[in-house]
């Protein structure tokens, strides 16, 4: 408990740097705004990181979130302070009004995650399944008049983790609410092979995902490799691979130097975001000593590498729907003509990419219409 202060105290910093966002090249709707806090551990899409614990929230009901954050508000009504991975949420609920959960639950239910494909069948699966289908139903969606959330989506090392802090009393201890407490006693008695089959069975309930969208042949191999070098060019530029390292740590300055105040992946679960110390608005023209950061700046997620890899090895890495959001061509184009938190990379204040962005959207076209090939 000795991290609560300091996470009530970022937490305000955070909160108070959405709220005096500047308009300009890097605005966003007020909602985006103030999910920005959340951004670090769920994603800008909702679709969660399993390496920090956080878990999938764009495809839950309105009534759940809100459920889940005046929990977290009313300290130890989730019946988890002893989960280091709670601490975050509990200071950050803290501050928050009935009508801005209710805001918030009403902008994260309305994000859109990627879908992702399903699991190998399991054995015995359904049966084990049988006793939770009460209240996530048959096909995991959830029941809304149970309370219980939709799990279709949800990373499975995400589900079994849950599941062995509910069995280990980690989660729905003294003063849980009724539907934890049910979830601690269903739990008890459940080895770790047992839940296996459980999230396995989650996973594999999973339909299949739909077809990629892929623009028409238009342009030649010659044509499409040229652009993508491009494309290339840009992701690994320090402007773009700075926050998308091999590792934790991200890298700073137009040099890639490891971070000078120690920042990692997991430093959100500390209450560090990068607008904690990152104003707005540039200091000192942007360059030193802190260049701007926007409201919802963090860190992308794991998989998603570009520094060391090869032009062959990022190529393939953007094809692949597992990695990339579940995206064709097209709407690989489309992510980057309109994600804001790509845009950001050329109002950063620092040495920009050496493409303009539409000049970016353009290669991409290109390679698209050459059907996206890649280098050997």
Known sequence: MKALPLLLGAATAVVA????????????????????????????????????????????EAAYIESRLEGFREAGAIGNTDD?????????????????????????????????????????????????AACHGADARGVPATGAPDLLYQHPDYLALQLQKYRDGVRGG?????HAAAMAA??????????????????????PRPPVANPPVTVSEAEGLAAFADIYA???????????????????????????????????????????????????????????????WSMPPQAMVFQHRTPAQLCAQ??????????????????????????????????????THAELVARFETWGAAGGPCPE
């Open 174 to 178: 003294p003063g849980a609410s009724p």
């Open 84 to 132: 280091p991975t709670a601490q975050p949420m509990r200071a950050i609920a803290q501050g928050l009004t009935d009508a801005q959960i209710a805001g918030l639950a009403a902008f994260i239910t309305g994000l859109d995650p990627e879908l992702k494909s399903p699991g190998p069948p399991v054995e015995v699966g359904t049966a084990a399944w049988a006793p939770c």
């Open 318 to 355: 953007l094809l692949d729907p597992e990695v990339n959001g579940g995206r064709g061509l097209t709407g690989l184009t489309e992510h980057v003509e309109h994600d804001h938190l790509l845009i950001t990379s050329w109002h950063s204040g620092r040495e920009a990419p050496p493409l």
């Open 17 to 60: 740097a959405v709220a005096t966002a500047q308009a300009g090249p890097t605005a966003v709707p007020d909602a985006e705004l103030q999910f920005g806090v959340c951004v670090s551990c769920h994603g800008a899409h909702g679709e969660g990181r399993p390496e920090l614990g956080a878990p999938r929230v764009g495809d839950l």
């Open 234 to 296: 840009v992701a690994t530029h320090p402007r773009c691979m700075n926050c998308h390292p091999d590792g934790d740590t991200p890298y700073q300055t137009d040099d890639s130097l490891p971070h000078a105040m120690g920042v990692t992946r997991t430093s959100p679960l500390q209450g560090l975001h990068c607008s904690t110390c990152h104003a707005p608005s540039g200091v000192g023209g942007g360059q030193t000593p802190l260049p701007p950061a926007d409201a919802i």
């Open 186 to 207: 269903m739990a008890q008695g459940l080895d770790d092979a047992a839940i296996d089959q459980l999230v396995g069975h989650v996973a594999a309930l999973r339909p």
